[in-house]
């Protein structure tokens, strides 16, 4: 499986508490993608990171709050891809030369997001759809949880954005409803793609070119009244 974070280094500063507290985190991923949160117990946990339970009551009071710090540091790990994802493709159209339509330039941005992304698909689908069903069950969590979702839709929505205003176009959404559209797609695809076995680029691409194309208008704003 692709792992969604690089290895801790290996010395003895991996055992300094806020690298405890790391490792701990980093560790649970594996633990919650395959038993979720109402299966694993703190024992995986503990057994995952290589650490006691004491080593465990140091740095967090239960599960959900390691699965909170997990869900916070997927979502910056995911918007650091997104972020590369878009700069790699903004910069080979400007190497070839690329004369798109801004439509397509955008499409084309948004698909590369969605190639960042997938090789963690089945990582992140369990806990997104965990943290997703968790914040409709558990107030405590939820505001934590919604938070981490919101920074990812307006992370896309910025990237959104900035194309937009680069090539002249303007989204008939507000950004931020286009960009949670444009998650819903992600998270599907890769629902079918895990599901179905199946490859999902031809899909990926007519489907994320026709949701921009019903959207996004080259025409200028109405006057105003």
């Known amino acids: 499986m692709t792992d969604l974070f690089e290895p801790l280094p290996e010395s003895a500063a991996t055992r300094r508490r806020e690298n405890t507290r790391t490792k701990l985190v980093r560790a649970s991923l594996e633990v919650f993608v395959e038993k979720g949160i109402d299966g694993a117990t703190v024992d995986d946990l503990v057994s995952a990171a290589g650490f006691t339970r004491g080593a465990f009551y140091s740095n967090f009071s239960s599960k959900e709050?390691?699965?909170?710090?997990?869900?916070?540091?997927?979502?910056a790990e995911l918007i650091a891809i997104a972020n590369t994802a878009v700069g790699s493709a903004v910069s080979d159209g400007e190497c070839t030369g690329s004369q798109s339509p801004p439509d397509l330039d955008d499409a084309g941005v948004m698909l590369a997001?969605?190639?960042?992304i997938r090789p963690f698909g089945r990582q992140w689908y369990l806990l997104y759809s965990d943290a997703i069903a968790r914040s409709l069950r558990d107030e405590r969590m939820r505001a934590a949880l919604a938070e981490q979702r919101e920074r990812l839709r307006d992370q896309i929505g910025a990237l959104l954005t900035l194309r937009l205003e680069a090539s002249g176009a303007r989204a008939l959404l507000a950004p931020e409803d286009l960009a949670q559209l444009l998650i819903g797609i992600f998270v599907d695809l890769m629902l079918r793609e895990q599901m179905e076995d199946r490859d999902v680029t031809e899909l990926a691409a007519t489907t994320i070119l026709g949701t921009l194309h019903a959207?996004?208008?080259?025409?200028?704003?109405?006057?105003?009244?």
Do not use: K
């Open 65 to 75: 709050e390691v699965f909170t710090a997990l869900f916070d540091e997927v979502t």
């Open 113 to 116: 997001v969605f190639e960042g």
């Open 215 to 225: 959207f996004i208008t080259e025409d200028p704003p109405p006057p105003r009244s």
